[in-house]
């Protein structure tokens, strides 16, 4: 341990409801502290950055991810990530009798059956625009695969309305769990919205049907890459792994598969399908 440093006991209160960036500490009833994320109108006060970072509601605690001063209590997340607790008042961390720290920074990923139900409750209330819809249609899919493949338009407005119908029916600590879901602020404002650019929304399956990511094919994509997937790890949430994409198809058992290194929208003349 670090001069300076004393073990402290921290009893943890439930988390605070309505937001997977807030987190209670409680003493019997009586909420003590909350928190939230750093951000560019108030960066960390360690290490000056905008992201990574937390600062509780009262402004008299700050977790930092990035320095280790030896003034603060080093601690590790769920996912083994370190971070150092520091108290911003002038007082040794050890003098806070009771107070709950972020369980960790970035949520865990939910569990594809999960995913699969609100990426579908997503894609249901998302258009597809006549320029995507042409788009396909000119790469060879009839309209009838395009419904069927559930192809969405990612929009650029509307966003914190559609999120926050989605968080509505299953509740914010299960989409906390969900890349591409998080809790945006300014100031003291904070509301649920989608990540992501606009473009094509491409539904990702698994061997089992599961929808258990979502891909934009960007509209203008610049010197960025074509193909993004959905992502809550800038903003502290989950990101979607690296999974294999799995098209719908009635093939049987060992037939043929082609393997790409990259998304593909279009049909295959041949009839092979496509996995990326």
């Known amino acids: 341990m670090r001069g300076g440093q ?6 943890l209160g439930p988390a605070h409801r309505g937001s997977p960036a807030r987190h209670a500490a409680v003493q019997g009833d009586v909420v003590m502290s909350a928190w939230r994320h750093v951000s560019h109108s108030e960066p960390c006060r360690l290490c000056n950055k905008p992201d990574w970072c937390a600062v509780s509601a009262d402004g008299v605690w700050a977790i930092c991810r990035r320095v280790d001063d030896g003034t ?16 911003l008042d002038g007082h040794s961390p050890c003098q806070q009798p009771s107070l709950e720290l972020p369980s960790q ?15 579908r409750a997503l894609l249901a209330a998302l258009p597809l625009s006549s320029t995507h819809r042409q788009a396909l249609r000119q790469r060879g899919l009839p309209d009838v695969d395009i419904l ?27 989409c906390a769990r969900i890349p ?15 990540a992501g650019a606009p473009g094509l929304l491409i539904p990702v399956r698994s061997v089992d049907g599961h929808i258990v990511a979502l891909k934009v094919r960007v509209d203008h994509p610049g010197e960025g890459p074509k193909y993004t997937y959905l992502s809550s790890t800038h903003h502290h949430g989950p990101g ?36 990326m």
């Open 6 to 11: 004393t073990r402290a006991h921290w009893r």
């Open 240 to 275: 979607p792994g690296a999974p294999v994409h799995v098209p719908l198809h009635t093939l049987s058992l060992g037939a043929s598969v082609r393997i790409t290194e990259e998304c593909s929208c279009r049909s295959m003349p041949t009839g092979v399908p496509t996995r």
């Open 72 to 87: 603060g209590l080093r601690r590790a997340d769920k996912a083994g990530g370190e971070f150092w607790l520091y108290r």
């Open 105 to 119: 920074l970035h949520a865990e990923r939910a569990e594809p059956a999960l995913l699969d139900q609100v990426y």
């Open 180 to 194: 591409g879901l998080y809790v945006d602020a300014q100031g003291a404002r904070h509301w649920w919205t989608l």
């Open 148 to 174: 069927r493949r559930g192809y969405r338009t990612m929009p650029l407005e509307g966003r914190a309305a559609l999120t926050r119908r989605v968080v509505d029916r299953f509740g914010a600590d299960t």
